[in-house]
């Protein structure tokens, strides 16, 4: 990427260059440029339901192939996975990129009012460390933090922000929760209720053969 930039600046002083290619130039520096980017940050204004900001929290995390090497079969790791904070705190993330590639710390499902889609967001470019800072809502939720780079969240880069008690695991956590994929429309005793209809089925079998022979 940094080879391809310098080769835009070699093109970008050539008189030959047209205007599209330089306009697609300054917006492919943009990202390459930058080791990285903070998306919301938020340092002062208060969620609903927030009097005042109840405290810090600093978390260092890095991120990268190495941290995968304990769960199986993914591929990008995080130093950790499940960060837990208070209602109302304050919330500093140094995202350390140990790749070479990009990665990102990301939460989801933020009030909309103060973080637009709902959404907090660093993104750190290969071998970078970013900060950036966000308060935590006042209700006890917990939240999805994952990289939403392709195929990043499902070979491994997938977390938890806890705040407060929380409402329950967030699935596919590695080594905090199952890493199949529950539907929230499920029941929670899947197994009490497949061995209830195998064992239901067994009954209606033996009945109907009952009846045959009769
Ligand atoms: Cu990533």
């Not at 900060?131 to 939720?141: D, H, L, M, V, Y």
């Not at 392709?150 to 699935?171: C, F, Y």
């Not at 197994?191 to 053969?209: D, M, W």
Request: charge should be neutral; hydrophobic fraction near 35%; include cysteine.
């Amino acid at each position: 990427m940094l080879s391809g930039q310098a080769q835009d600046h070699a093109s970008h002083s050539r008189p030959t260059v047209n205007q599209n290619s330089h306009s697609s130039h300054s917006s492919h520096s943009m990202v390459v440029e930058a080791d990285g980017a903070v998306m919301n940050q938020n340092f002062s204004q208060l969620p609903r339901g927030c009097s005042q900001i109840s405290g810090d929290h600093t978390f260092t995390v890095s991120a990268g192939r190495s941290y995968a090497k304990t769960e199986p079969g993914m591929i990008f790791g995080m130093s950790q996975y499940e960060f837990a904070v208070n209602p109302c705190s304050r919330v500093t993330i140094t995202f350390v990129n140990e790749d070479d590639v990009r990665h990102q710390w990301m939460v989801h499902g933020l009030p909309k009012y103060l973080y637009p889609a709902g959404m907090f967001h660093i993104e750190a470019s290969g071998g970078r460390t970013k900060t950036g800072t966000f308060i935590a809502p006042s209700e006890n939720r917990s939240y999805l933090v994952h990289c939403d780079l392709a195929q990043h969240m499902e070979k491994g880069m997938r977390g938890q922000l806890k705040v407060g008690t929380g409402s329950g695991d967030i699935w596919g956590v590695s080594g905090i929760s199952d890493s199949f994929y529950r539907a929230d429309y499920l029941p929670d005793y899947t197994l009490e209720l497949v061995i209830a209809l195998f064992l239901g089925s067994f009954g209606v079998t033996l009945l109907l053969k009952n009846t045959a022979w009769k």
